[in-house]
């Protein structure tokens, strides 16, 4: 168990100043910077959903559904609040890293829309951010460390002697458990891996299940194949 570092206790970077003078001072200014790349993602999904909000139906009826029965359907529109919260943070995260829309005169990459978008007033930061989503893919991780408001660690979940990603998330750090399996996308940041905010949590009863299903198929699939078997079961209400 790691013993929180108190304000007025010596830096345990052995700087020799108060924690508070030191460190904890880093530390904030790393989670103004995360919330500010967090409200650029914000900001690009608002926008996208005012200016394409049909177009953005007919990608969630054609790709992200895809497969999906009306039965299933039925079943993620009424799941619990909360969880319908996720499916539509994870929906629209999916469709700015990776979707294009069908039926849009010029440009239909969502992504490259947001970025043209002149009235968004995205900073550098945020931009960069952005742009790294369509690259760093959505993968099965499972979480072998957890020190709640601080921090949290993954390990690819495919890979057994995989090294542990240590990601500096207070936000984060409070929804995990150690042994937890979930899909996540992480992002590089000056100040190390953060998530990018959608989450895939997967039972344990379906993770071998999944696992099979993942490592069975090339490595370009893996990522639908995770969404969709996330899908059954926010559709079962599991």
Known sequence: MTVKTQRNEPCPCGSGKKYKK???????????????????????????????????????????????????????????????????????????????FADVDGEANALKLVLAADDLNLDKAQRDYLKQLPSCALQLYQITDCQAGQSFSVRDALKDKAKAIVIADSYGSRMF?????????????????????????????????????????????RANILIVNWLKLVAAHV
């Not at 904030?28 to 409200?39: I, N, P």
């Not at 992480?186 to 039972?203: D, F, N, R, V, W």
């Open 177 to 221: 458990d150690v042994g937890d399996v979930v899909g996540l996308r992480l992002l590089k940041t000056p100040a190390g891996m953060e998530t990018s905010g959608a989450i895939y949590h997967i039972p344990e009863a379906y993770v071998t299940e999944l696992k099979e299903a993942l490592l069975s198929a090339k490595p370009k699939e």
């Open 22 to 100: 030191c460190c904890m001072l880093q530390k904030r200014e790393q989670d103004v910077a995360s919330l500010g790349r967090k409200e650029g993602v914000q900001l690009a999904l608002s926008w996208l959903n005012k200016q394409y909000s049909e177009a953005i139906e007919a990608w969630v009826e054609d790709v992200w559904l895809k497969g999906i029965s009306d039965e299933q359907r039925a079943g993620i529109a009424s799941a619990d609040a909360r969880i319908r919260s996720i499916h539509d943070v994870n929906l629209l995260e999916t469709l700015l890293s990776e979707g294009s």
